[in-house]
């Protein structure tokens, strides 16, 4: 591998993706752009590259095997290798989603795009990951996937998106599972909460910007050699399981 630094962030054409991929390519990486949708991954690229920063496309469907073995195989065919994972692609699965009305089917498919996909990537790309000198993973997750802060009185964590909730509570949990079999290697691994950030993804309702979104992206996927691994983090600190 090169001296440059190498990042993969997926659902990077849009909203906090892309403005993760916007900040880590402002340090000087190069950047790959994982993205379903070609138009919107060129655009993305584009973009990016006309601001500056050393952008390639990566066409990738988290929820699909062949696509995620592609991307991998482009990553180290293109560039030769892989230093941080930024695992951000997600959907909600529409709503309302309370537990005595979601379709089961909602439930199957948030959880493959998820948690899923997630590992899906992940496991593909960590025989590069695992020949970077400072390897991070960092997996977007949530804050309303807090058992903690879902059942402390006087905390209000909004409507209950069952599928969207229980996928993030999920991927806390894989987090922590990574983090413990990986901890023999150089590679950290932390969940991190954006906050309520306005996406297409909430209907644009939340109240912070996906530029400030994804700043906890890019302190994950910059700590030092000594930072933490297997914890969740939002800009505030830590958040409680």
């Not at 892309?18 to 390519?25: F, K, M, P, R």
């Not at 060129?42 to 469907?61: H, M, N, S």
């Not at 795009?113 to 390897?135: C, D, F, H, K, Y």
Request: negative net charge; aromatic residues 4%.
């Amino acid at each position: 591998m090169s001296e440059q630094t190498i990042a993969l962030v997926t659902g990077a054409n849009k909203g906090i993706g892309y403005e993760i991929a916007a900040g880590l390519g402002a340090l000087g990486w190069r950047i790959g752009v994982g993205a379903r949708d070609q138009q919107r991954r060129d655009t993305a690229v584009e973009k990016l590259r006309a601001a500056g920063t050393d952008a390639f496309g990566v066409p990738l469907d988290v929820a699909d095997d062949a696509s995620v073995a592609a991307a991998a195989e482009l990553i180290a065919d293109r560039v030769g290798g892989l230093d941080v994972l930024v695992n951000n692609a997600a959907i909600t699965g529409g709503m309302p989603q309370t537990p005595t009305t979601v379709d089961p089917a909602t439930v199957r498919v948030v959880v493959e795009t998820n948690v899923i996909g997630v590992i899906r990537v992940t496991n593909a790309m960590l025989p590069m990951l695992r020949g970077s000198a400072s390897p991070r993973i960092v997996n977007m997750s949530s804050s309303v996937g807090s058992l903690t802060l879902q059942t402390t009185p006087g905390i209000d964590m909004g409507p209950v998106p069952a599928a969207y909730l229980a996928s993030k509570t999920f991927l806390n949990a894989v987090t922590v599972q990574y983090a413990k079999e990986l901890s023999d290697t150089d590679i950290l691994i932390n969940s991190g909460c954006p906050g309520f950030t306005a996406t297409d993804l909430n209907g644009f309702q939340g109240v912070r910007t996906p530029h400030q979104g994804a700043a906890i992206a890019i302190h994950l996927a910059t700590l030092p050699d000594d930072g933490p691994t297997g914890a969740f983090f939002d800009d505030a600190g830590t958040v409680p399981w």
